[in-house]
């Protein structure tokens, strides 16, 4: 899946999906002190995150074959 099939924003549910991770993986992450994980809107009790956002931060952990991750 590519964010150019996402909407601008989506819930948490979908951008773990589109991340492969879970639900409580992002839960997590938004708690952390150090800010670990993606940056997130939230409108009213609603959790947003914009789509373009997600593809760079899978984009930033691009490991090249043969380096070591």
Not at 40 to 66: C, M, N, P, T, W
Request: proline letters at 4%.
């Amino acid at each position: 899946m590519s964010a150019g099939n996402l909407p601008q924003y989506v819930r948490r549910p979908e951008a773990a999906r589109y991340l492969g991770l879970s639900v409580g993986t992002l839960e997590n992450w938004a708690c952390h002190p150090n800010g670990r994980g993606l940056a997130f809107h939230k409108v009213g009790g609603i959790v947003l995150y914009d789509a373009q956002e997600l593809a760079r931060f899978v984009q930033a952990r691009l490991v090249q074959s043969g380096r070591a991750a």
